[in-house]
T-cell receptor, first 112, second 112 residues
Framework: DTGVSQNPRHKITKRGQNVTFRCDPI?????LYWYRQTLGQGPEFLTY????????KSRLLSDRFSAERPKGSFSTLEIQRTEQGDSAMYLC??????????FGDGTRLSIL | KNQVEQSPQSLIILEGKNCTLQ??????????LRWYKQDTGRGPVSLTI?????NTKSNGRYTATLDADTKQSSLHITASQLSDSASYIC???????????FGTGTQLKVEL
């Protein structure tokens, strides 16, 4: 399978804990995106990388959120001191230049 | 403010029937509009991409229309199947095309 891969698919954690998600994009794609989707809503843009450079961050990405793409391949999204409101589906997408975005199946985060 | 609005919010139809989903957008500058299908628990999958100059585009049983003057698009599904049950999301790139603005989606259920 050469699509966008996200791990884990599901994460349940207690409030206050830190969590980290991983995204492996399609190998030839230089652009990588993170989105958050809550129940009944469309995805909301969080951040965007071109190769290893993080070029844009949404105001939704508070100080507790950090994303990295150290070698321009896979990316991680970390949430520190999780809160109830962080419960959502976190989607990763990748694309080539001027190409449509291909999405992974997301990581569903549940905060107890 | 860039916005994408969809209607209806939800729709139930019988297998074999046709349906039409609506999307209104207020995005500037406009380059293209995309329709995605999202199955429950999965990431969105692109159905069609329409540029400014295109009025109609088909992908199998899916036909999308675009009126750039009125800033409206529709997605018509012909001869619906049970597997068409999903959320259909209208998406418009903003911020130079690197960020996607999603509608809240139309939740379609096809029943026997």
């Amino acid at each position: 399978d050469t699509g966008v891969s996200q791990n884990p698919r599901h994460k349940i954690t207690k409030r206050g804990q830190n969590v980290t998600f991983r995204c492996d994009p399609i190998s030839e794609h230089n652009r990588l995106y993170w989105y958050r989707q809550t129940l009944g809503q469309g995805p909301e843009f969080l951040t965007y990388f071109q190769n290893e450079a993080q070029l844009e961050k949404s105001r939704l990405l508070s100080d507790r959120f950090s994303a990295e793409r150290p070698k321009g391949s896979f990316s991680t999204l970390e949430i520190q001191r999780t809160e109830q409101g962080d419960s959502a589906m976190y989607l990763c997408a990748s694309s080539g230049s001027n190409q449509p975005q291909h999405f992974g199946d997301g990581t569903r985060l549940s905060i107890l | 403010k860039n916005q994408v609005e969809q209607s209806p919010q939800s729709l139930i139809i019988l297998e074999g029937k046709n349906c039409t989903l609506q999307c209104n957008y207020t995005v500037s500058p406009f380059s293209n509009l995309r329709w995605y299908k999202q199955d429950t628990g999965r990431g969105p999958v692109s159905l069609t991409i329409m540029t400014f100059s295109e009025n109609t585009k088909s992908n199998g049983r899916y036909t999308a229309t675009l009126d750039a003057d009125t800033k409206q698009s529709s997605l018509h599904i012909t001869a619906s199947q049970l597997s068409d049950s999903a959320s259909y999301i209208c998406v418009v790139p903003t911020g130079g095309g690197n960020k996607l603005t999603f509608g809240t989606g139309t939740q379609l259920k096809v029943e026997l």
